[in-house]
Nanobody
């Protein structure tokens, strides 16, 4: 069964850091591109970062460039998102998602709240 499970969200003060994880099962992360998007209340869904399956090339939205880093541990089949210098506007539910053999797969999401 193809599945993604996120973890690592929480409450953090502005300027702080969090590391999100996305554990994949049923497929290998080094075969498919996978990414992170977020959804804040009243706002449109925003794709923030992705990494290719083969050459590990990466993409970042301007809103997170220089602050967030996407990475992948093939041995653990887990995707990560290191988030530094967090801002209140980063508050959202964060999801990992991939298209696996023409099927869209998304995790259940993890809440990130940036507040003092």
């Amino acid at each position: 069964q193809v599945q993604l499970v996120e973890s690592g969200g929480g409450l953090v003060q502005p300027g702080g850091s969090l590391r999100l994880a996305c554990a994949a099962s049923g497929f290998s992360l080094d075969t498919y591109a996978i990414g992170w998007f977020r959804q804040a209340p009243g706002k449109e869904r925003e794709g923030i970062s992705c990494i290719s399956g083969s050459d590990r090339s990466t993409y970042y939205a301007d809103s997170v460039k220089g602050r967030f880093t996407i990475s992948r541990d093939n041995a653990k089949n887990t995707l990560f998102l290191q988030m530094n210098t967090l801002k209140t506007e980063d508050t959202a539910v964060y999801y990992c998602a991939a298209e696996v053999d023409d099927s869209y797969v998304r995790g259940q999401g993890t809440q990130v709240t940036v507040s003092s």
